[in-house]
């Protein structure tokens, strides 16, 4: 089966970010490294293309964050008018297990939320602008009973704005085979005022993917606007968000059914076990990747030294 194991995103200060995805969220340091050449071509970026890339991980087994930021072609900030309906990737969810100090340590770095936190289902929500990837992350309340040790943040989801939920529906559920969850299992429309969009009207698709759950959206109000005619991945927000597998064959299945939709990656990586496949659809930005685990030291999936502070 798939399941999500990675969320790509691009910042515009990458050392910031891991410092604050760090102190304030608990992710830990996975390592890095630079990128040029075919390494970075995957992503339909031009070989002259050059960045670095660095990997945070949680509690969550076979799961990734991926942190990009690319010097050639340089970084374009998302539009100043920018809103969390617009198209594409633009919000993730993380669960955290203190509520309180994680706001604390986003205050000593300036961030605050948007609007006060709420309560749903149990659980308090809040959620700020991502002020080096540019988009919306709402921080989620898990509570941890007196006898369970902590054990990190996790992803629960990541949410993207399209034109056409109907045509994202037949995507997600048809060609993918993915599962549909209620969509209340995450938000209900008065969640919109938590990242500034107050009496939005939209129609939510939530799909279940392994530990985490897939938000797709369609905004009528306000309309979502489509991303810039020459959107680059190297561009500021969220990149992607990567299907995988530890099985190849699974991802192969998976990538026909892709291919016969009509998609086609623009370039592919294989080798041994391994492959990964992207999507740069304006709407379907996805990286399809099969990886054995004895490559997740090296792909940044296993925790290493922490970061010198």
């Not at 991980?57 to 998302?78: I, M």
Request: with cysteine; glycine share 10%.
């Amino acid at each position: 089966m798939l399941r999500v194991i990675q969320v790509a995103l691009n910042t515009s200060d990458l050392a910031v970010s891991l410092r604050l995805y760090s102190e304030a969220f608990g992710f830990q340091n996975a390592g890095g490294q630079g990128l040029w050449g075919s390494a970075i071509g995957t992503q339909g970026l031009p070989p002259e293309s050059r960045g670095l890339v660095w990997w945070m991980v949680g509690r969550q087994t076979f799961f990734q964050l991926e942190f990009f930021h690319h010097s050639v072609p340089a970084q374009r900030p998302l539009p100043a008018d920018w809103r969390p309906s617009d198209h594409g990737w633009s919000q993730l969810g993380i669960v955290v297990e203190d509520f309180d100090r994680c706001f604390a340590a986003l205050k000593r770095h300036g961030v605050a939320a948007l609007t006060e936190p709420v309560d749903y289902q149990g659980q308090r929500r809040a959620a700020i602008r991502d002020p080096f990837v540019g988009v919306i992350v709402e921080i989620i309340e898990r509570a941890v009973a007196k006898d369970e040790a902590a054990k990190g943040p996790a992803i629960l989801y990541a949410r993207s704005s399209v034109s056409d939920l109907a045509s994202a529906r037949t995507f997600y559920t048809e060609v993918l085979g993915l599962g549909v969850a209620a969509a209340e299992v995450l938000h209900v429309p008065t969640h919109e005022a938590l990242w500034g969009l107050p009496g939005a009207q939209r129609e939510a698709l939530v799909v279940r993917v392994g530990e985490m759950y897939l938000e797709i959206v369609e905004y009528r109000a306000p309309v979502g606007r489509p991303r810039r005619k020459d959107y680059r991945a190297s561009d500021q927000g969220i990149v992607n968000v990567a299907l995988g597998s530890r099985a190849k064959a699974t991802v192969l299945s998976a990538l026909e059914r892709v291919r016969a939709a009509g998609y086609e990656p623009p370039k592919m990586f294989e080798g041994g076990d391994s492959i990964s496949g992207y999507i740069i659809d304006a709407e379907r930005e996805l990286e399809f990747a099969a990886l054995p685990e004895s490559l997740d030291a090296a792909s940044g999936f296993v925790a290493s030294n922490p970061f010198y502070t």
